[in-house]
C-alpha cells in the first residue's frame, strides 16, 4: 500500500508563474488536507477537502491560492502568479474518515512534501 | 494565534537517557492530541496518539502524557537513540472539526 505521493518534490518558479503541486492520498483515504512549512516555522494548516468538496479553507491565503479534489486524479494545490514569501515547503495528508464525526480518532498520513522555491 | 505551543526550539540528550518533549495548548475543545517526528526533507511521520478521554497512552519507547486541567501533554522517549534525532511536532484536533493544528516543532538532539 502506497503512501501518499506528492509531486514535484522540488519545484522552482519564477515570479509571477503558476505553480502546480500534487497529491495523491494512500489507497482508500478519501480526505485530504495541505499544510505548509515556512522556514524555521511550524506546520500551518491550509485547506481540508473530500472528493469534490472543500470542507475548510480556513487556513488559504484569500488570493492567488486555490485546491481541488477530483472524483478522479490526484488533489491540486495552485498558486497562480507566485511571489517569493510562496517559498516553502508544502505538504499534503490523507486519513480514511471524517476526523469528529464520531467515528475512530485517526492520524493524518503524511506524504514526503513538494519544495517551492520562487525566484 | 497560536492554540498549539512547544516552547521549546530545541533539546539534547544523551543515549540512554529519557528525552521528554513538551506541548502546551490554549483550546479546552481540543479532544485529540498526536505526535509526529520530521526528518529533515522527508514528510512528518506519525508517532503516538491520546484520546483526551485518557491520560497516558504507551507504545514502546514513548508514551505521551495528557494534563487536561493544565492543558499540557508530553512525550517522553526512554532509552532515547541517537536515531530519534528529528524535529518533534505535537498537534492537537477540535472535537467536531477536521483539522489538525501543528505546534512549531521541537528539534531533538541525542547524543551517542
Known amino acids: 500500500n502506497a503512501g501518499v505521493m506528492q509531486n514535484p518534490r522540488h519545484l522552482v518558479r519564477r515570479r509571477g508563474q503558476e505553480a502546480r503541486l500534487r497529491c495523491s492520498p494512500m489507497k482508500g483515504h478519501s480526505h485530504v488536507y495541505w499544510y505548509r512549512q515556512l522556514p524555521e516555522e511550524g506546520l500551518k494548516f491550509m485547506v481540508y477537502?473530500?472528493?469534490?468538496?472543500?470542507?475548510?479553507e480556513s487556513g488559504m491565503p484569500k488570493e492567488r491560492f486555490s485546491a481541488e479534489f477530483p472524483k478522479e486524479g490526484p488533489s491540486i494545490l495552485r498558486i497562480q502568479q507566485v511571489v517569493r514569501g510562496d517559498s516553502a515547503a508544502y505538504f499534503c495528508?490523507?486519513?480514511?474518515?471524517?476526523?469528529?464525526?464520531?467515528?475512530?480518532?485517526?492520524?493524518?498520513?503524511f506524504g514526503q512534501g513538494t519544495r517551492l522555491t520562487v525566484v | 494565534d497560536q492554540q498549539v505551543k512547544q516552547n521549546s526550539p530545541s533539546l539534547s540528550v544523551q543515549e540512554g537517557r529519557i528525552s521528554i518533549l513538551n506541548c502546551d495548548y490554549t483550546?479546552?475543545?481540543?479532544?485529540?492530541f498526536l505526535w509526529y517526528k520530521k526528518y529533515p526533507a522527508e514528510g512528518p511521520t506519525f508517532l503516538i496518539s491520546i484520546s483526551s478521554i485518557k491520560d497516558k497512552n504507551e507504545d514502546g519507547r514513548f508514551t505521551v502524557f495528557l494534563n487536561k486541567s493544565a492543558k499540557h501533554l508530553s512525550l517522553h522517549i526512554v532509552p532515547s537513540q541517537p536515531g530519534d534525532s528529528a524535529v518533534y511536532f505535537c498537534?492537537?484536533?477540535?472535537?467536531?472539526?477536521?483539522?489538525?493544528?501543528f505546534g512549531t516543532g521541537t528539534r531533538l538532539k541525542v547524543l551517542a
Open positions: 495528508a490523507s486519513s480514511p474518515n471524517r476526523a469528529g464525526s464520531g467515528g475512530l480518532n485517526t492520524e493524518a498520513f
Open positions: 483550546n479546552s475543545m481540543f479532544d485529540y
Open positions: 498537534a492537537a484536533r477540535e472535537s467536531g472539526t477536521y483539522k489538525y493544528i
Open positions: 477537502l473530500q472528493k469534490e468538496n472543500i470542507i475548510d
